[in-house]
Protein backbone atom coordinates (compact mmCIF):
# COMPACT_ATOMS: atom_id res chain seq x y z
CA UNK A 1 0.00 0.00 0.00
CA UNK A 2 3.31 2.52 0.82
CA UNK A 3 4.15 1.75 -2.88
CA UNK A 4 0.96 2.01 -4.31
CA UNK A 5 0.46 5.73 -2.26
CA UNK A 6 4.10 6.78 -3.33
CA UNK A 7 3.83 5.89 -7.00
CA UNK A 8 0.29 7.98 -6.82
CA UNK A 9 1.35 10.65 -5.25
CA UNK A 10 4.65 11.10 -7.31
CA UNK A 11 2.64 11.28 -10.44
CA UNK A 12 0.45 13.67 -8.67
CA UNK A 13 3.15 15.91 -8.03
CA UNK A 14 4.69 15.73 -11.44
CA UNK A 15 1.52 15.96 -13.36
CA UNK A 16 -0.29 19.26 -11.28
CA UNK A 17 2.99 20.84 -11.51
CA UNK A 18 3.32 20.06 -15.61
CA UNK A 19 -0.61 21.16 -15.49
CA UNK A 20 0.35 25.21 -14.17
CA UNK A 21 2.09 25.37 -17.63
CA UNK A 22 -0.34 23.41 -20.36
CA UNK A 23 -3.77 25.65 -19.89
CA UNK A 24 -1.41 28.71 -20.48
CA UNK A 25 0.12 27.71 -23.48
CA UNK A 26 -3.50 26.67 -25.01
CA UNK A 27 -5.11 29.91 -24.15
CA UNK A 28 -2.39 32.51 -24.80
CA UNK A 29 -1.05 30.72 -28.03
CA UNK A 30 -4.56 31.95 -29.54
CA UNK A 31 -4.58 35.32 -27.86
CA UNK A 32 -1.38 36.28 -28.99
CA UNK A 33 -2.47 34.73 -32.79
CA UNK A 34 -5.17 37.19 -32.51
CA UNK A 35 -3.67 39.93 -31.30
CA UNK A 36 -0.79 39.36 -34.40
CA UNK A 37 -4.23 38.99 -36.73
CA UNK A 38 -4.93 42.42 -35.68
CA UNK A 39 -1.52 43.67 -35.92
CA UNK A 40 -1.46 42.43 -39.58
CA UNK A 41 -4.56 44.11 -40.45
CA UNK A 42 -4.20 47.41 -39.47
CA UNK A 43 -0.53 47.19 -39.72
CA UNK A 44 -0.57 49.25 -35.76
CA UNK A 45 2.76 48.91 -34.15
CA UNK A 46 0.73 49.18 -30.87
CA UNK A 47 -0.42 45.13 -31.98
CA UNK A 48 2.86 44.01 -32.62
CA UNK A 49 4.41 45.39 -29.29
CA UNK A 50 0.93 43.53 -27.59
CA UNK A 51 2.24 40.24 -29.89
CA UNK A 52 6.00 40.58 -28.53
CA UNK A 53 5.15 41.33 -25.20
CA UNK A 54 2.73 38.22 -24.82
CA UNK A 55 3.99 36.23 -26.97
CA UNK A 56 7.69 36.22 -25.19
CA UNK A 57 5.61 35.40 -21.75
CA UNK A 58 4.24 32.37 -24.14
CA UNK A 59 7.81 31.25 -24.74
CA UNK A 60 8.79 30.94 -21.49
CA UNK A 61 5.59 29.18 -20.68
CA UNK A 62 6.12 26.56 -23.26
CA UNK A 63 9.75 25.83 -22.80
CA UNK A 64 8.91 24.77 -19.18
CA UNK A 65 6.01 23.43 -20.21
CA UNK A 66 7.84 20.83 -22.58
CA UNK A 67 10.49 20.42 -20.16
CA UNK A 68 8.02 18.85 -17.50
CA UNK A 69 5.88 17.45 -20.05
CA UNK A 70 8.60 14.89 -21.02
CA UNK A 71 8.77 13.29 -17.54
CA UNK A 72 5.36 12.62 -17.69
CA UNK A 73 5.56 9.36 -20.50
CA UNK A 74 8.48 8.12 -18.43
CA UNK A 75 6.23 7.42 -15.03
CA UNK A 76 4.42 4.69 -17.17
CA UNK A 77 7.42 3.06 -17.67
CA UNK A 78 8.98 3.48 -14.32
CA UNK A 79 6.28 3.57 -11.52
CA UNK A 80 3.62 1.77 -13.99
CA UNK A 81 4.82 -1.39 -15.60
CA UNK A 82 1.38 -3.13 -15.03
CA UNK A 83 -0.65 -0.57 -16.63
CA UNK A 84 1.54 0.13 -19.76
CA UNK A 85 1.01 -3.57 -20.38
CA UNK A 86 -2.04 -3.89 -20.20
CA UNK A 87 -2.68 -0.50 -21.95
CA UNK A 88 0.08 -0.17 -24.09
CA UNK A 89 -1.00 -1.45 -27.53
CA UNK A 90 -4.12 1.44 -26.83
CA UNK A 91 -2.64 4.26 -24.81
CA UNK A 92 0.86 4.39 -26.68
CA UNK A 93 -0.84 5.12 -30.51
CA UNK A 94 -2.55 8.50 -29.35
CA UNK A 95 0.94 9.76 -27.01
CA UNK A 96 3.07 8.99 -30.18
CA UNK A 97 0.68 10.66 -32.60
CA UNK A 98 0.90 13.87 -30.15
CA UNK A 99 4.52 13.60 -29.95
CA UNK A 100 5.22 12.92 -33.66
CA UNK A 101 2.87 15.12 -35.31
CA UNK A 102 1.26 17.72 -32.76
CA UNK A 103 4.47 18.75 -30.64
CA UNK A 104 6.70 18.63 -33.74
CA UNK A 105 4.26 20.96 -35.74
CA UNK A 106 4.43 23.39 -32.49
CA UNK A 107 7.51 23.38 -32.12
CA UNK A 108 8.71 23.59 -35.83
CA UNK A 109 6.23 26.53 -36.71
CA UNK A 110 7.43 28.33 -33.16
CA UNK A 111 10.70 28.48 -34.07
CA UNK A 112 10.17 29.82 -37.72
CA UNK A 113 7.51 32.51 -35.56
CA UNK A 114 11.13 33.20 -33.36
CA UNK A 115 13.18 33.82 -36.38
CA UNK A 116 10.77 35.01 -38.54
CA UNK A 117 10.39 38.57 -37.75
CA UNK A 118 11.41 40.35 -40.88
CA UNK A 119 12.09 37.70 -42.73
CA UNK A 120 8.87 36.45 -43.74
CA UNK A 121 5.96 38.33 -44.95
CA UNK A 122 3.84 39.75 -42.13
CA UNK A 123 0.69 37.05 -43.54
CA UNK A 124 3.35 34.23 -43.43
CA UNK A 125 4.71 34.86 -40.50
CA UNK A 126 0.72 35.44 -39.09
CA UNK A 127 0.18 31.61 -40.06
CA UNK A 128 3.01 30.30 -38.42
CA UNK A 129 1.80 31.82 -34.48
CA UNK A 130 -1.82 30.29 -36.01
CA UNK A 131 -0.07 27.33 -36.95
CA UNK A 132 1.95 27.17 -33.21
CA UNK A 133 -2.28 27.53 -31.55
CA UNK A 134 -3.77 24.75 -33.68
CA UNK A 135 -0.67 22.51 -32.90
CA UNK A 136 -0.98 23.17 -29.21
CA UNK A 137 -4.54 22.42 -29.21
CA UNK A 138 -4.25 19.48 -30.66
CA UNK A 139 -1.26 18.19 -29.43
CA UNK A 140 -3.79 18.50 -25.79
CA UNK A 141 -6.42 16.46 -27.77
CA UNK A 142 -4.28 13.38 -27.98
CA UNK A 143 -3.20 13.58 -24.67
CA UNK A 144 -7.17 13.38 -23.35
CA UNK A 145 -7.72 10.67 -25.84
CA UNK A 146 -5.05 8.53 -23.91
CA UNK A 147 -6.52 9.66 -20.56
CA UNK A 148 -10.07 9.42 -22.02
CA UNK A 149 -9.41 5.73 -22.42
CA UNK A 150 -8.79 5.34 -18.88
CA UNK A 151 -11.81 7.09 -18.19
CA UNK A 152 -14.36 4.99 -20.22
CA UNK A 153 -12.55 1.97 -22.04
CA UNK A 154 -13.36 2.56 -25.86
CA UNK A 155 -12.92 0.70 -29.18
CA UNK A 156 -10.77 -2.16 -27.77
CA UNK A 157 -10.70 -5.92 -26.90
CA UNK A 158 -9.16 -8.37 -24.48
CA UNK A 159 -6.68 -10.45 -25.49
CA UNK A 160 -7.67 -13.94 -25.85
CA UNK A 161 -5.73 -15.04 -22.49
CA UNK A 162 -7.12 -11.81 -20.80
CA UNK A 163 -3.56 -10.22 -19.78
CA UNK A 164 -4.31 -7.27 -21.76
CA UNK A 165 -6.28 -4.27 -24.08
CA UNK A 166 -6.13 -4.76 -27.60
CA UNK A 167 -7.42 -1.62 -29.89
CA UNK A 168 -9.96 -2.91 -32.59
CA UNK A 169 -11.63 0.49 -33.12
CA UNK A 170 -9.27 3.71 -33.41
CA UNK A 171 -12.04 5.56 -34.60
CA UNK A 172 -14.28 5.09 -31.56
CA UNK A 173 -11.03 5.92 -29.71
CA UNK A 174 -11.29 9.46 -31.15
CA UNK A 175 -15.21 9.41 -31.01
CA UNK A 176 -15.66 8.67 -27.36
CA UNK A 177 -17.52 10.89 -25.81
CA UNK A 178 -15.37 11.80 -22.39
CA UNK A 179 -12.83 12.80 -24.78
CA UNK A 180 -14.96 15.02 -26.53
CA UNK A 181 -16.26 16.91 -23.51
CA UNK A 182 -12.94 16.98 -21.76
CA UNK A 183 -11.25 18.66 -25.13
CA UNK A 184 -14.08 21.38 -24.97
CA UNK A 185 -13.24 21.74 -21.24
CA UNK A 186 -9.99 22.59 -21.03
CA UNK A 187 -9.51 24.29 -24.03
CA UNK A 188 -11.66 26.80 -22.66
CA UNK A 189 -10.02 26.27 -19.68
CA UNK A 190 -7.00 27.14 -20.82
CA UNK A 191 -8.44 31.04 -22.59
CA UNK A 192 -10.08 31.56 -18.92
CA UNK A 193 -6.12 30.70 -17.60
CA UNK A 194 -5.28 33.37 -20.41
CA UNK A 195 -7.61 35.86 -19.92
CA UNK A 196 -6.31 36.53 -16.12
CA UNK A 197 -2.62 35.95 -16.72
CA UNK A 198 -3.23 38.90 -19.12
CA UNK A 199 -5.43 40.94 -16.88
CA UNK A 200 -3.18 39.78 -13.56
CA UNK A 201 -0.11 41.50 -15.15
CA UNK A 202 -1.88 44.53 -16.82
CA UNK A 203 -3.61 45.44 -13.94
CA UNK A 204 -0.09 44.90 -11.70
CA UNK A 205 1.45 48.00 -14.58
CA UNK A 206 -1.78 50.06 -14.93
CA UNK A 207 -1.18 50.38 -10.87
CA UNK A 208 2.19 51.22 -11.60
CA UNK A 209 1.13 53.60 -14.64
CA UNK A 210 3.12 51.98 -16.82
CA UNK A 211 2.54 52.48 -20.13
CA UNK A 212 -1.54 52.30 -19.64
CA UNK A 213 -2.44 52.69 -23.27
CA UNK A 214 -0.65 49.55 -24.14
CA UNK A 215 -1.54 47.67 -20.92
CA UNK A 216 -5.48 49.14 -20.98
CA UNK A 217 -5.42 47.64 -24.47
CA UNK A 218 -4.24 44.24 -23.14
CA UNK A 219 -6.29 43.90 -19.74
CA UNK A 220 -9.56 44.68 -22.76
CA UNK A 221 -8.24 41.55 -24.61
CA UNK A 222 -8.00 39.38 -21.32
CA UNK A 223 -11.56 40.29 -20.15
CA UNK A 224 -13.50 40.13 -23.34
CA UNK A 225 -11.73 36.47 -23.86
CA UNK A 226 -12.34 35.83 -20.17
CA UNK A 227 -16.07 36.32 -20.27
CA UNK A 228 -16.83 33.79 -23.55
CA UNK A 229 -14.11 31.25 -22.27
CA UNK A 230 -16.21 31.64 -19.32
CA UNK A 231 -19.79 31.02 -19.96
CA UNK A 232 -18.36 28.02 -22.70
CA UNK A 233 -16.73 26.17 -19.79
CA UNK A 234 -19.06 26.44 -17.30
CA UNK A 235 -21.67 24.99 -20.03
CA UNK A 236 -19.52 22.17 -21.32
CA UNK A 237 -18.63 21.51 -17.60
CA UNK A 238 -22.79 21.07 -16.90
CA UNK A 239 -22.83 19.04 -19.89
CA UNK A 240 -19.60 16.98 -19.03
CA UNK A 241 -21.32 16.74 -15.60
CA UNK A 242 -24.49 15.03 -16.93
CA UNK A 243 -22.67 12.48 -19.20
CA UNK A 244 -20.60 11.73 -16.12
CA UNK A 245 -23.97 10.69 -13.64
CA UNK A 246 -24.38 8.06 -16.13
CA UNK A 247 -20.79 7.17 -17.23
CA UNK A 248 -19.22 7.86 -13.86
CA UNK A 249 -21.78 7.46 -11.61
CA UNK A 250 -19.75 6.38 -8.31
CA UNK A 251 -17.25 9.46 -9.46
CA UNK A 252 -20.30 11.98 -9.23
CA UNK A 253 -22.31 10.37 -6.47
CA UNK A 254 -18.43 11.06 -4.22
CA UNK A 255 -18.44 14.22 -5.67
CA UNK A 256 -21.77 15.19 -4.36
CA UNK A 257 -21.23 13.18 -0.72
CA UNK A 258 -24.47 11.07 -1.50
CA UNK A 259 -24.57 8.18 0.27
CA UNK A 260 -28.04 6.92 -0.11
CA UNK A 261 -29.99 6.86 -4.03
CA UNK A 262 -32.20 10.01 -3.85
CA UNK A 263 -35.54 10.61 -6.05
CA UNK A 264 -35.15 14.26 -6.03
CA UNK A 265 -31.44 14.15 -5.01
CA UNK A 266 -30.40 17.07 -3.15
CA UNK A 267 -27.27 19.10 -3.63
CA UNK A 268 -24.89 19.66 -1.23
CA UNK A 269 -23.12 23.18 -0.82
CA UNK A 270 -20.81 21.92 2.03
CA UNK A 271 -21.21 18.80 4.01
CA UNK A 272 -19.90 17.06 6.93
CA UNK A 273 -18.61 13.96 5.34
CA UNK A 274 -17.76 10.70 7.96
CA UNK A 275 -16.56 7.80 5.25
CA UNK A 276 -15.68 5.66 7.75
CA UNK A 277 -19.34 5.03 8.54
CA UNK A 278 -20.52 5.87 5.33
CA UNK A 279 -22.40 9.23 6.19
CA UNK A 280 -22.88 12.95 5.99
CA UNK A 281 -23.11 14.14 9.61
CA UNK A 282 -24.69 17.68 8.78
CA UNK A 283 -24.63 18.84 5.39
CA UNK A 284 -26.59 22.23 3.67
CA UNK A 285 -28.23 21.26 0.53
CA UNK A 286 -30.51 22.66 -2.02
CA UNK A 287 -33.57 20.32 -1.83
CA UNK A 288 -33.92 18.59 -5.73
CA UNK A 289 -30.96 20.96 -6.52
CA UNK A 290 -28.91 17.76 -8.18
CA UNK A 291 -32.23 16.24 -9.86
CA UNK A 292 -32.39 19.79 -11.55
CA UNK A 293 -28.77 19.70 -12.69
CA UNK A 294 -29.13 16.03 -14.45
CA UNK A 295 -32.87 16.33 -15.31
CA UNK A 296 -33.91 20.08 -14.51
CA UNK A 297 -36.54 18.91 -12.52
CA UNK A 298 -36.78 19.64 -8.19
CA UNK A 299 -39.56 17.06 -8.47
CA UNK A 300 -37.92 14.03 -10.03
CA UNK A 301 -34.60 12.57 -11.07
CA UNK A 302 -33.22 9.45 -9.46
CA UNK A 303 -29.16 9.67 -8.87
CA UNK A 304 -28.00 6.44 -6.89
CA UNK A 305 -26.03 6.66 -4.24
CA UNK A 306 -22.80 5.50 -2.97
CA UNK A 307 -23.94 2.39 -1.62
CA UNK A 308 -25.92 1.46 -3.72
CA UNK A 309 -23.46 1.79 -6.82
CA UNK A 310 -20.55 -0.06 -4.28
CA UNK A 311 -23.17 -2.79 -3.72
CA UNK A 312 -23.66 -2.96 -7.63
CA UNK A 313 -20.14 -2.63 -8.05
CA UNK A 314 -19.24 -6.13 -5.94
CA UNK A 315 -21.76 -8.00 -7.48
CA UNK A 316 -20.15 -6.84 -11.30
CA UNK A 317 -16.30 -6.33 -10.34
CA UNK A 318 -16.23 -9.04 -7.41
CA UNK A 319 -15.32 -8.22 -3.77
CA UNK A 320 -13.49 -5.13 -2.49
CA UNK A 321 -13.99 -1.63 -1.93
CA UNK A 322 -14.91 0.92 -5.01
CA UNK A 323 -15.40 3.62 -3.28
CA UNK A 324 -12.81 7.03 -4.04
CA UNK A 325 -12.04 8.96 -1.44
CA UNK A 326 -15.18 10.99 -1.22
CA UNK A 327 -14.23 13.91 1.07
CA UNK A 328 -11.35 14.82 -1.31
CA UNK A 329 -13.31 14.27 -4.15
CA UNK A 330 -16.36 16.39 -3.13
CA UNK A 331 -14.10 19.34 -1.78
CA UNK A 332 -11.92 19.48 -4.89
CA UNK A 333 -15.03 20.00 -7.12
CA UNK A 334 -15.97 22.66 -4.59
CA UNK A 335 -12.95 24.22 -4.63
CA UNK A 336 -13.05 24.10 -8.75
CA UNK A 337 -16.80 25.48 -9.25
CA UNK A 338 -16.22 28.04 -6.00
CA UNK A 339 -13.39 29.39 -7.91
CA UNK A 340 -15.24 29.46 -11.11
CA UNK A 341 -17.90 31.40 -9.88
CA UNK A 342 -15.25 34.41 -7.72
CA UNK A 343 -13.45 34.50 -11.61
CA UNK A 344 -16.85 35.14 -13.57
CA UNK A 345 -17.46 37.83 -10.87
CA UNK A 346 -14.37 39.22 -11.45
CA UNK A 347 -14.60 39.05 -15.37
CA UNK A 348 -17.91 40.84 -14.96
CA UNK A 349 -16.52 43.64 -12.95
CA UNK A 350 -13.97 43.70 -15.20
CA UNK A 351 -16.11 44.78 -18.72
CA UNK A 352 -17.95 46.91 -16.60
CA UNK A 353 -15.22 48.81 -15.19
CA UNK A 354 -13.33 49.08 -18.72
CA UNK A 355 -17.10 49.79 -20.92
CA UNK A 356 -17.21 52.96 -18.19
CA UNK A 357 -13.68 53.97 -18.70
CA UNK A 358 -13.11 53.44 -14.49
CA UNK A 359 -10.69 51.14 -15.28
CA UNK A 360 -7.63 53.14 -14.14
CA UNK A 361 -9.47 55.00 -11.40
CA UNK A 362 -10.60 51.08 -9.42
CA UNK A 363 -7.36 50.75 -8.29
CA UNK A 364 -8.65 48.19 -5.34
CA UNK A 365 -9.99 46.42 -8.36
CA UNK A 366 -7.00 46.33 -10.12
CA UNK A 367 -4.71 45.26 -6.83
CA UNK A 368 -7.50 42.01 -6.55
CA UNK A 369 -6.87 41.16 -9.99
CA UNK A 370 -3.18 40.37 -9.92
CA UNK A 371 -3.38 37.93 -7.33
CA UNK A 372 -6.21 36.17 -9.00
CA UNK A 373 -4.29 35.64 -11.74
CA UNK A 374 -3.74 32.60 -9.92
CA UNK A 375 -7.26 31.73 -9.43
CA UNK A 376 -7.95 29.41 -12.93
CA UNK A 377 -4.31 27.51 -11.76
CA UNK A 378 -5.80 26.31 -9.02
CA UNK A 379 -9.05 25.61 -10.33
CA UNK A 380 -7.92 23.44 -12.81
CA UNK A 381 -5.44 21.24 -10.95
CA UNK A 382 -8.40 20.77 -8.49
CA UNK A 383 -10.92 19.41 -11.11
CA UNK A 384 -7.51 17.15 -12.55
CA UNK A 385 -7.52 16.08 -8.60
CA UNK A 386 -11.42 15.65 -8.55
CA UNK A 387 -11.42 13.60 -11.88
CA UNK A 388 -8.51 11.51 -11.46
CA UNK A 389 -9.08 10.64 -7.70
CA UNK A 390 -13.26 9.88 -8.12
CA UNK A 391 -11.71 7.19 -10.53
CA UNK A 392 -10.23 5.48 -7.99
CA UNK A 393 -9.77 2.52 -7.02
CA UNK A 394 -9.63 1.62 -10.97
CA UNK A 395 -6.30 2.87 -13.33
CA UNK A 396 -8.77 2.08 -16.31
CA UNK A 397 -12.31 2.25 -15.35
CA UNK A 398 -14.01 -1.42 -15.01
CA UNK A 399 -10.63 -3.03 -16.50
CA UNK A 400 -7.50 -2.96 -14.43
CA UNK A 401 -7.35 -2.51 -10.91
CA UNK A 402 -4.25 0.47 -8.91
CA UNK A 403 -2.90 -2.56 -7.62
CA UNK A 404 -2.92 -4.37 -10.53
CA UNK A 405 -1.30 -1.35 -12.78
CA UNK A 406 1.68 -0.49 -9.85
CA UNK A 407 5.12 -1.35 -10.80
CA UNK A 408 6.40 -4.43 -7.99
CA UNK A 409 9.37 -1.56 -7.13
CA UNK A 410 11.58 -1.20 -3.96
CA UNK A 411 9.75 1.17 -1.73
CA UNK A 412 13.48 2.93 -1.07
CA UNK A 413 13.56 3.49 -5.18
CA UNK A 414 10.06 5.01 -5.05
CA UNK A 415 11.37 7.41 -1.89
CA UNK A 416 14.49 8.00 -3.74
CA UNK A 417 12.44 8.88 -6.84
CA UNK A 418 10.08 11.13 -5.13
CA UNK A 419 12.43 12.72 -3.02
CA UNK A 420 14.64 13.56 -6.75
CA UNK A 421 11.77 14.84 -8.61
CA UNK A 422 10.62 17.19 -5.54
CA UNK A 423 13.96 18.62 -5.55
CA UNK A 424 14.21 19.42 -9.80
CA UNK A 425 10.48 20.36 -9.86
CA UNK A 426 11.28 22.98 -7.15
CA UNK A 427 14.35 24.14 -9.13
CA UNK A 428 12.42 24.53 -12.02
CA UNK A 429 10.02 26.40 -10.35
CA UNK A 430 12.25 28.89 -8.97
CA UNK A 431 13.69 29.32 -12.24
CA UNK A 432 10.12 30.03 -14.28
CA UNK A 433 8.93 32.11 -11.20
CA UNK A 434 12.19 34.09 -12.31
CA UNK A 435 12.36 34.56 -15.77
CA UNK A 436 8.21 35.36 -15.88
CA UNK A 437 8.47 37.93 -13.66
CA UNK A 438 11.58 39.47 -15.34
CA UNK A 439 9.68 39.39 -18.50
CA UNK A 440 6.52 40.45 -17.31
CA UNK A 441 8.36 43.30 -15.59
CA UNK A 442 9.28 44.85 -18.67
CA UNK A 443 7.43 47.77 -20.10
CA UNK A 444 6.85 48.60 -23.99
CA UNK A 445 7.87 52.00 -24.48
CA UNK A 446 4.97 54.51 -25.73
CA UNK A 447 7.28 54.97 -29.18
CA UNK A 448 9.62 52.37 -30.90
CA UNK A 449 9.87 48.85 -30.15
CA UNK A 450 12.26 48.61 -27.45
CA UNK A 451 11.11 47.82 -23.96
CA UNK A 452 12.39 49.07 -20.31
CA UNK A 453 12.48 47.44 -17.18
CA UNK A 454 9.30 48.80 -14.88
Given at each position: ME?I ?8 V ?6 F??P?T???G?L?A????R???TD??KY?K???F???L??IN??M?V????V??FH ?6 G??AF ?6 APL?IE??LAF??E?TF?G??I ?9 L?L??I ?8 L??F???V ?5 Q??V??EM????S??L?N?F ?6 P??LF ?5 I ?6 AA????G?S??H??KK ?8 S?KY????G ?6 V?L ?5 G????K ?6 A?A ?18 D ?11 V ?7 N?Y???S??V ?9 M??K??P ?5 PV?LT?W??RIM????L ?9 I?F ?13 K??FP??F????S?S?G??M??V??Q?W??Y ?6 D?V ?6 F ?9 I?Y???A?V?V?LL ?5 K????S?A ?5
Open positions: GFLARLQFATSVYHFFVLLGLIVIMETYVQDEKMTLWGKFLFAGVTGIQEFGMNWAYSVGDIFGAALFLSLIWFGWNRLSKKHATWLVAFASNSAWILANSFMNPGYAADGRAMNPALLANHAQFGHVTAGLVTFFIMIAYLVNNPDFFKKFGAVAIIAGVLTIGHLQQYLTAQPMKMAEAIWETQDPAAIAIVAGIEKNKTNTWELAPGGLSFMFSFTGEPGINQLQAEEAYGGNYIPAFSFFGLAVMALLGLLAIYAKGTLEKQTWFLIMALLPYISFWIAEGRPVVGLQLLKGSKLPLSLVISFTGFVITALIDYVKAAGVPSEGAVQEA
